[in-house]
């Protein structure tokens, strides 16, 4: 049974969308009030640091992040994306949000090297997986993931990670980073058609991006079996150092921005088969990002999943 830590800020809470919103703060005081419900033998809670520009920097350039500060505005919300994609936004208590969200990748890396943990879940917004290098896209500013993956690879003597994501939308942005880079493996399950459009099975970068786009309306079984036979086995393959994991659970069947049918025990199914791979190849490291989720009940109920997924 491995202990899980668990990074997190208020700061993650202040960041506003405005009325009507799907990612808003709500999202992340359920998945919180969730974990807290664990017997805390199992868990560890601690706050989120700020990032570093020069962590940052190792997937996103400073003029780009420049960019993105410089937006930010003194009072209300404003718009960084241009239509139809108007609804990733900058409040003011933005910065700190978007700095402590990537920062706790940091301290989740720095974590599994030093030994101190083997499971850290970053429950953390605004998320990261549809951040591209300089592109701001689909509430996300920095992939958070994929800074953390060039960290464990620039400060440790780590080669090969690999990022699952079972988020219900592709994650173009993570997809983008690595396209060219065969020392990170990228796969993802997602709905398709659906925003952002992405993530076909031909998109394969350098033989390290494995794809599997699913209909509308996919079952539970019919989800499980494709990522098993899509996704997990090239992980297992890979033999990744360690494992990053892109945790979105809109493809649950209560979500309102998807139409998939997952229960909230597939997360455990999933988290299961991810874990029984890092305990194989990884020396079992497993760091995991809250991602996407707009249904507060099903939030609640995947993260126990989840977290009785990581604990294996
Ligand atoms: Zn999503």
Same mark, same amino acid.
């Given at each position: ?14 960041? @506003? ?13 359920? !998945? ?6 664990? *017997?805390?033998?199992?868990? @560890? ?28 505005? =003194?009072?209300?919300?404003?718009? !960084? ?52 290098? =300089? ?39 993570? +997809? ?5 880079? *065969? ?7 997602? +709905? ?21 786009? %699913? ?5 539970? @079984? ?10 997990? !086995? ?20 209560? *979500? ?8 909230? @025990? ?36 995947? %993260? ?9």
């Amino acid at each position: 049974m491995e202990k899980i830590r668990v990074y997190s800020h208020s700061a993650c809470l202040s960041k @506003e969308n405005g009325e009507g919103h799907p990612e808003r703060k709500e999202r992340l005081e359920s !998945v919180l009030e969730s974990i807290q419900m664990i *017997d805390d033998r199992s868990i @560890e809670i601690k706050e989120a640091p700020l990032a570093q520009f020069k962590e940052i920097n190792l997937v996103h350039p400073q003029p780009y992040l420049e960019e993105i500060f410089s937006m930010i505005p =003194s009072h209300g919300l404003v718009g !960084v994306e241009k239509e139809p994609y108007a609804d990733t936004l900058l409040c003011p208590e933005s910065k700190e949000a978007i700095l402590r969200a990537c920062g706790s990748g940091i301290s989740a890396s720095k974590d599994l090297m030093d030994g101190s943990s083997k499971r850290v879940f970053c429950a953390v917004r605004p998320p990261g997986h549809h951040a591209e290098t =300089s592109r701001v896209n689909g509430f996300c500013f920095l992939n958070n993931a994929a800074v953390a993956a060039r960290f464990l690879q620039s400060r440790y003597k780590i080669k090969k990670v690999a990022i699952i994501d079972f988020d219900v939308h592709h994650g173009n942005g993570t +997809q983008e980073i690595f396209y060219e880079d *065969d020392t990170v493996l990228y796969g993802s399950i997602h +709905q398709h058609p659906l925003f952002p459009g992405t993530g076909l099975e031909t998109e394969t970068g350098v033989g390290n991006i494995f794809n599997a786009p %699913i209909e509308a309306g996919t079952s539970s @079984e019919a989800f499980l079996k494709t990522f098993k036979e899509k996704i997990l !086995v090239h992980v297992d393959h890979f033999k990744p150092e360690v494992i990053i994991i892109s945790a979105g659970f809109d493809a649950h069947k209560r *979500d309102p921005l998807a139409t998939i049918n997952l229960n909230s @025990e597939d997360y455990f199914t999933m988290t299961q088969d991810i874990i029984e791979i890092a305990n194989r190849h990884s020396k079992g490291r497993v760091i995991s990002f809250l991602e996407g989720g707009y249904d507060l009940l099903a939030l609640s109920e995947s %993260i126990q999943s989840h977290f009785k997924g990581l604990s294996l």
